[in-house]
């Protein structure tokens, strides 16, 4: 009741998205040799909050998703896995909004304020230390700034045991929300099942494609936002990295890498000595601004739906004559695209539509089946799940975007786009 009141308020800020670019701006703009001192200044950046966005980020995204699911049509909402899904939210929405921050003194505040302006509240013990000016971030993400606007982590900062004590907790909490959200995708999907089960449908199935790809795409938002504040937090500090993201992400390498493992499931599988194979064609060693592990997850669905293709349209005895996958990668001045082309025989144009959705899919018993029986785990190689929207929702959320074309008795042409200048905003209304 207090609760939802709360939800209410909070879901009133319009929720606010951050580029990729943003992302790492603040640390890139500083040319600081001193690796000690670039340590600093990037968790400084990292906890200057912006002035005009004081409102908390995380929260209001929160507090969006729960409302959302509320509002929901009570065919699906009512559904249990939906409403263990919104409690979890809740739940998440709660405990962020009761840590509440130390108590400063004006002393205190104001040590902190001249600590960011001159380089004489600094302690001697770290060299060289010419303080550049250390703008406020504007428009950086406000969760992340939590809730103060001091330059807690320098040294002298830092060790102020009840901003430690906040600043710890703060990330530990943010790291138990992503935890207890891991089963979120595969929870919504049995929700799906069970409105399915039971519809007495006044909900039309666009309406429900329409929500999760919100859904889902505020979701890889908020991991997003939780991955790069507890990586900036806890380091380590890689060359390159600034948090999750890489500012010299090699696509070549993620595809062979994600080759490998699409090839390695694709054998477990289907018992094969030698699963198809795929040529790669890449100029040179392209590197970009990205985040690796989104990378690695859409070329490696892609991939497996490729492979399937292709050992299901020629079956398990003809290994040796399995026609290859191509993977051709290309880079303008826009975009970075993938494509990745299989002789798998295709789909009819109009099963193309339906590869995207969450309501039509056969696999999702089998694909959903390894969460709830680990013990008899089998390699999820079975499409289409929702692997397949959910990498184009990666996609997207950095500006890019994933197509097929497809021709039917012959094969299927993917392109993966990627957005080289990744300005792109966060999209959070689809
Ligand atoms: C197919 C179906 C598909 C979906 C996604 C990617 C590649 C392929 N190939 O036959």
Redesign the pocket.
């Known amino acids: 009741p207090q609760l939802y009141d709360k939800i209410k308020h909070f879901a009133r800020f319009p929720q606010t998205g951050v580029s990729l670019k943003q992302m790492v701006m603040f640390v890139k703009q500083q040319k600081v040799r001193n690796p000690r001192q670039r340590h600093f200044l990037r968790r400084a950046n990292f906890y200057t909050v912006s002035k005009t966005q004081k409102k908390k980020e995380l929260p209001i995204r929160l507090a969006h998703r729960v409302k959302e699911l509320d509002e929901l049509p009570r065919s699906l909402g009512d559904m249990p896995s939906i409403i263990k899904v919104k409690n979890w939210y809740a739940q998440s929405f709660q405990e962020l909004i009761e840590l509440s921050p130390p108590e400063l003194s004006t002393e205190m505040k104001s040590s902190f304020r001249n600590a960011t302006k001159s380089s004489h509240a600094f302690p001697q013990s770290i060299p060289n230390l010419a303080i550049p000016q250390v703008k406020p971030v504007t428009n950086y993400h406000p969760s992340v700034a939590i809730g103060h606007r001091y330059y807690n982590n320098f040294e002298n900062i830092e060790c102020t045991p009840p901003i430690l004590a906040y600043t710890d907790s703060f990330v530990k909490t943010i790291e138990g929300v992503k935890r207890r959200h891991d089963p979120v995708v595969t929870t919504m999907a049995q929700g799906i099942m069970e409105y399915k089960q039971h519809r007495k449908s006044n909900m039309i199935d666009a309406d429900v494609q329409q929500f999760l790809d919100r859904f889902y795409m505020s979701r890889i938002g908020i991991r997003m936002l939780i991955g790069q504040h507890s990586a900036l937090y806890r380091g380590p500090f890689m060359r390159n990295y600034v948090g999750v993201i890489c500012t010299r992400t090699n696509i070549k390498e993620i595809a062979q890498d994600a080759i490998a493992n699409a090839r390695f499931i694709c054998e477990d599988h289907y018992g094969l000595f030698r699963a198809p194979e795929v040529q790669m064609f890449c100029p040179g060693d392209i590197e970009f601004m990205y985040v690796p592990s989104h990378l690695n997850h859409m070329v490696f669905?892609?991939l497996k739906?490729?492979l399937?293709?292709v050992v299901e349209?020629f079956g398990p005895d003809y290994e040796d004559e399995y026609p290859p996958i191509k993977l051709v990668i290309a880079h303008g001045k826009e975009d970075i695209t993938i494509k990745?082309s299989?002789e798998?025989?295709?789909?009819p144009r109009s099963g193309i539509p339906v590869?995207w959705t969450y309501m039509y899919t056969t696999a999702q018993a089998q694909e959903l089946e390894p969460e709830f029986n680990k013990s008899e785990f089998k390699a999820p190689m079975a499409?289409?799940g929702y692997g397949?929207p959910i990498s184009r929702l990666y996609a997207r959320y950095f500006g890019g975007d994933l197509k097929?074309i497809?021709m039917e008795g012959y094969?299927?042409?993917?392109y993966l786009h990627l957005n080289r200048l990744s300005n792109s905003d966060e999209p959070l209304i689809m």
Do not use: K, Q, Y
């Open positions: 669905e892609l739906n490729s399937r293709a349209r990745i299989d798998g025989g295709g789909l590869v499409g289409f397949l097929l497809s094969g299927t042409d993917a």
